[in-house]
């Protein structure tokens, strides 16, 4: 297993250094310049319509519900323990470079939220499905590589990104049940008592959501996604309040390492390649911007303009690196070395004992638990996005609609007895692949989103307080969108 995931991180860390962040940032920036930086002019617009999205669904999935889908995704394990290896592997620079990927990264789920949304299909239980593998063949006419983009997302959103959340809960809650329930059990295969347990326990709760499908999600996601982002950033925040003349220090240590060649400053080692890399895999992870999952989430959203949902996807990824990400980096770094430099911390449980070291120890119960949700919440999500993709490939047929649940809940369970190294470099090959896909795509498809765009601007600027999409002998648009989702309505005889 070890020398799997050698391998694998050495394949991940060249794609990351040679072609992800080149190719991620040079695409976010491009987008950012064409759209006169609408991640910044129209923040305050972002802000307004996240607080108006909880009605309009019509019975569907409202645009709140869709965002808050993304959001459990989103914020998860890459903002607790993707931050911390970050940090470890990458120095304190490693957040500059989060920071960077998120900045230009909200122009990005800008352009994919919203063209998810303008390419998007009526599913025949009466919701929408689209994303990445929608556009391509729709807007691209490529089929062959909306198909692989589509498979490629089922492997790593139903299998990959399921056993990297679960293997996240089960080495946290492992920690939390002593040394004795540690122990290998006899004829278990080497498992001990606390994985069998924890992954139990993520068969069953994961069982019960997947198994109803999109809409059960959207209900559970909606309500416990922003709770438990909400509790963990108070949790956080009260840290860096009682540490606030720190700050100063910290910032210090984030810009030095950011472009220092020195591997040692700020006392986690990195160096600049090293802090660039894992910035960029762990940003990459945590907030999802380009990398093509979000929209499926944001094109189940029944709104009325595409630009809409745009506008709050783009804010779920300022909520997850600026806020969360940032918030558990100071944590990490207040703590200081008598907490990171300790023979036996690593990634899964460098937060927790942050946060412990400066509230308690009585909080590593509660930190287990929230992050046992906030991981759970991101298992349920993962499904979202592979069940979208299955269907793309085969439709409305029913044996595949129920692989998709079976697998999600099955690798979700086995990647709680999974090697953390393996899963980990795992997922970061198969985010690049899905990335570098997407970004082809957005590049190719930016003209929609930019005449939509326009569209929605004219109509604020005509005083129109909830603008209408219309998608065909739209002036603004290259083009008629297609199908039937965006047609102009018919107008009643009197």
């Given at each position: ?20 962040i080149v190719i991620l940032i040079g695409v976010g920036l491009v987008l950012t310049v064409v759209s006169r930086g609408v991640q910044l002019r129209l923040f305050p617009e972002m802000v307004r319509t996240v ?162 499908g999109i809409r059960t999600v959207a209900r559970v996601t909606e309500w416990m996604a922003p709770i438990m982002a909400t509790i963990y950033v108070i949790m956080v925040a009260i840290v860096c309040l009682m ?53 499926n989430a944001a094109a189940t959203a029944t709104v009325s303009h595409p630009v809409r949902q745009g506008l709050i996807q783009s804010l779920g990824v300022f909520i997850d690196t600026i806020v969360v990400c ?169």
């Amino acid at each position: 297993m070890e020398h799997i995931a050698q391998i694998e991180q050495q394949i991940a860390d060249w794609i990351t250094m040679h072609l992800t962040i080149v190719i991620l940032i040079g695409v976010g920036l491009v987008l950012t310049v064409v759209s006169r930086g609408v991640q910044l002019r129209l923040f305050p617009e972002m802000v307004r319509t996240v607080l108006g999205s909880r009605k309009g669904a019509d019975g569907g999935i409202s645009s709140f519900q869709a965002f808050a889908i993304s959001l459990a995704a989103r914020v998860g394990i890459g903002n607790v323990f993707g931050v911390a290896a970050a940090l470890m592997f990458g120095g304190p620079g490693a957040i500059f470079w989060m920071w960077v990927v998120a900045l230009v990264g909200m122009a990005t789920a800008f352009f994919e939220a919203t063209l998810a949304q303008i390419f998007k299909v009526k599913h025949s239980d009466g919701s929408f499905r689209g994303g990445p593998a929608y556009y391509i063949k729709r807007g691209m006419k490529n089929r062959v590589l909306a198909n692989v983009f589509a498979v490629i997302t089922v492997v790593t959103c139903g299998i990959v990104i399921t056993s990297v959340q679960s293997n996240a809960i089960a080495g946290t809650l492992t920690s939390a049940f002593g040394e004795a329930a540690k122990q290998p059990l006899p004829g278990a295969g080497g498992f001990s008592a606390a994985q069998l347990t924890v992954a139990g326990l993520i068969f069953v709760f994961s069982a019960m959501v997947i198994f109803g499908g999109i809409r059960t999600v959207a209900r559970v996601t909606e309500w416990m996604a922003p709770i438990m982002a909400t509790i963990y950033v108070i949790m956080v925040a009260i840290v860096c309040l009682m540490s606030i003349t720190q700050f100063g220090t910290v910032l210090g240590q984030i810009f030095t390492s950011a472009f220092s060649m020195d591997a040692t400053v700020g006392g986690l080692g990195g160096g600049i390649i090293a802090a660039m890399i894992n910035g960029t895999k762990r940003g990459l992870f945590s907030n999802e911007a380009g990398q093509g999952t979000a929209p499926n989430a944001a094109a189940t959203a029944t709104v009325s303009h595409p630009v809409r949902q745009g506008l709050i996807q783009s804010l779920g990824v300022f909520i997850d690196t600026i806020v969360v990400c940032t918030a558990t980096a100071f944590v990490i770094l207040i703590a200081g070395e008598k907490v990171w430099g300790g023979a036996d911390v690593n990634p899964s449980n460098l937060t927790t004992l942050a946060v412990a070291n400066e509230l308690g120890a009585w909080t590593i119960v509660p930190m287990a638990i929230l992050i046992f949700v906030l991981a759970y919440s991101s298992i349920i999500a993962a499904y979202v996005y592979s069940d979208t993709n299955m269907s793309f490939v085969f439709g409305d047929a029913r044996w595949a609609t129920w692989t998709v649940r079976v697998v999600c809940v099955a690798s979700a369970t086995i990647g709680a007895l999974l090697t953390l190294d393996v899963v980990w470099n795992a997922v970061d090959i198969a985010m690049a692949v899905m990335t570098i896909t997407n970004l082809v795509a957005l590049v190719f498809l930016a003209r929609w989103v930019l005449g939509a765009l326009r569209d929605y601007e004219a109509q604020r600027r005509d005083g129109v307080a909830e603008p209408v999409f219309v998608g065909e002998k739209n002036p603004l648009l290259p083009g008629d969108v297609p199908g039937s989702v965006w047609k102009r309505p018919k107008q009643k005889k009197k």
